[in-house]
């Protein structure tokens, strides 16, 4: 193969990994019922399409060589492994199933999803397993999401994996009977995947356009399994609203565009559309009793509506927020409320609830809020020990380079 030839296929195996690997390891995990052999083959399996692809072409359906390839390893394994017959059977069996049927793909990814979903698992455990196995986040991105150390991330994880192998727990999507006792962890999961995708918790760039991606067709997912369900809707509806501003969230360097600075004519409007439909529906079939995905996707709905920063309607936003902060009350939340009662009442209002928020002392965004406010209370000296304070705790580069940015005005 040409030298150009070559790189294509090695960057085609790049592509692969970030858009396709986690639905090479969730059919993997169906077929072999082990998640930490699923996880060892499959990167054997990449592995080895780094070495043969550049040499022998791109196979006519990747997912498929790499399941196969991972399927034969994992094969292998388990003679070296002395285990009998019956187990390799299962194996050769399972890997008949045809993953280049895409409703296939899409419901092996959506079993592993409710597999790592079960109520056996801590809630914690639950969302965890499903970053880990479905969307390939390492347990440092997974730790810093939770705000835990990575090391307890890591026990959490094998944890999960033990209690599923040693409890039976089945790799399908449960009967509808019980597919209300497994949903808010779903949800839970496809929001994290989707926060992660929209500001990366490592790495260069602020958005990771494949994670978001693939939260918003796993949202999809649930709504079609479960079209009645207001909550699962209305995260569809929260993450299209949100997906939105993608392209006008960074500037043409990588770096970070305030929302009262974006070019509100990079929003998508078809999205947008979409998500003011799905919220309204969701808020009227409430009965004025909205879940925390409804009011969280209202919020969006008001700076969607906004053609111009000036336009928002804070009081709106800074209501939905007291709703949200009764109902599905966090120290997260109670900062996203501060922001808004900032804009309505002024930056001292709002330092008196970011100030009585010690639990978030380690979270870059509650200094960086912290930071913006002493700044517009004119406290610079305070303003710029909270903005470094903030970009010494920043995950990825882009917010870093933005703090930067801050520091040097203040300095």
Partial sequence: MADNDASRATRFVERIFRDDGGRVLATLIRVLRDFDLAEEVAQEAFAAATEQWPRDGVPQNPSAWLVGVARKK?????????????????????????????????????????TCCHPALPIEAQVALTLRTLCGLTTEEIAHAFLVPAATMAQRLVRAKTKIRDAGIPYRVPDADVLGERLDAVLAVVYLVFTEGYAASSGDALVRRDLSAEAIRLARLVVELMPEHVEARALLALLLLHDSRRDARVDASGDVVLLEDQDRSKWDRAAID?????????????????????????????????????????????ALYRV????????????????????????????????????LADYHLFHAARADLLRRAARPAEALAAYRRARDLAPNDAERRYLDRRIGELA
């Fill in 74 to 114: 994992a094969i292998d394994r388990i003679r070296r492994r002395a285990l009998h017959g019956q187990k390799i059977a299962e194996i050769d069996v399972e890997a008949s199933y045809a993953i280049d049927d895409e409703r296939g793909v899409e419901d092996d990814r959506l079993r592993l999803v409710f």
């Fill in 274 to 318: 979409e998500g003011l439909g799905l919220v309204e529906r969701a808020l009227r079939e409430t009965r004025g009793r909205p879940g925390p995905y409804a009011l969280q996707a209202a919020i969006a709905g008001v700076h969607a509506q906004a053609a111009r920063a000036e336009d928002t309607d804070w009081p709106q936003i800074a």
């Fill in 324 to 359: 949200l902060a009764r109902v599905a009350p966090s120290p997260i939340v109670e900062l996203n409320r501060a922001v808004a009662v900032a804009m309505v009442d002024g930056p001292e209002a709002a330092l008196a609830i970011v100030d009585a928020l010690t639990s």
